[in-house]
Nanobody
Framework: QVQLVESGGGLVQPGGSLRLSCAAS????????MAWYRQAPGKQRELVAA???????NYADSVKGRFTISRDNAENTVYLQMNSLKPEDTAVYYC??????????WGQGTQVTVSS
């Protein structure tokens, strides 16, 4: 049974930082590309950041220079370090694992609220 469990969300003031974690089980983690998506109320889910099996990364323009995605294959965990947070970063953040030969899994999401 595949499980992706996100943690680290919460309430933070503008300009603050949070670190999200996503622990995976039930998959061979190192062969899956990993990504973080987010969905704000009334908006479509959007890609925030992604990391390939070899460690290459890409980011949405809105978070470039502020967010950093990383992975620890020994711990089966992907991280999203979020700095200089803005109110428009408020959303539910979802972890995703995907493999071109099959397999597309989602976590349950973790709420991030940026507000003073």
């Amino acid at each position: 049974q595949v499980q992706l469990v996100e943690s680290g969300g919460g309430l933070v003031q503008p300009g603050g930082s949070l670190r999200l974690s996503c622990a995976a089980s039930g998959i061979i983690f190192r062969i899956y590309a990993m990504a973080w998506y987010r969905q704000a109320p009334g908006k479509q889910r959007e890609l925030v950041a992604a990391i390939t099996t070899s460690g290459s990364t890409n980011y949405a323009d809105s978070v470039k220079g502020r967010f950093t995605i990383s992975r620890d294959n020994a711990e089966n965990t992907v991280y999203l370090q979020m700095n200089s947070l803005k109110p428009e970063d408020t959303a539910v953040y979802y972890c995703n694992s995907r493999r071109s030969l099959g397999g597309d899994y989602w976590g349950q999401g973790t709420q991030v609220t940026v507000s003073s």
